[in-house]
């Protein structure tokens, strides 16, 4: 069951608890808010939430935006058959990764 943390993520943008797809720990909505795996370790949810606010700022400014096929970045389209979600070297990673600690996410 998701629920809504308690502060102090209370600054952060809607924060829920889900159960993500396999592998997946977090995950930044273009509705602005930020999901992430309710198998994880609680000690790592800031991490977590910091690399997805990255996204989430991308996707504000207007860079970064994404449906069930495709991720736009800055008016290219990346096929999501075609990437391997969350990998350092795809652009909007590389802003997330270098601005937060090297945790594992999408
Ligand atoms: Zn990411």
């Not at 993520?9 to 396999?22: K, V, W």
């Not at 509705?31 to 370790?41: A, C, F, H, P, W």
């Amino acid at each position: 069951m998701a629920f809504k943390l308690k502060p102090p993520f209370e600054e952060h943008p809607p924060i829920y608890e889900r159960e993500l797809e396999d592998g997946c720990l977090g995950k930044g909505n273009n509705n602005g808010t930020i999901l992430i795996s309710e198998e994880l370790d609680p000690v790592h949810h800031k991490s977590i939430i910091d690399h997805e606010k990255v996204h989430i700022d991308q996707i504000k400014r207007g860079d970064l935006d994404y449906d069930d096929e495709n991720v736009y970045w800055k008016g290219k389209t990346y096929p999501r058959s075609k990437m391997k979600e969350g990998a350092p070297n795809l652009p909007w990673e590389k802003e997330a990764y270098s601005k937060t600690d090297d945790y594992e996410t999408l």
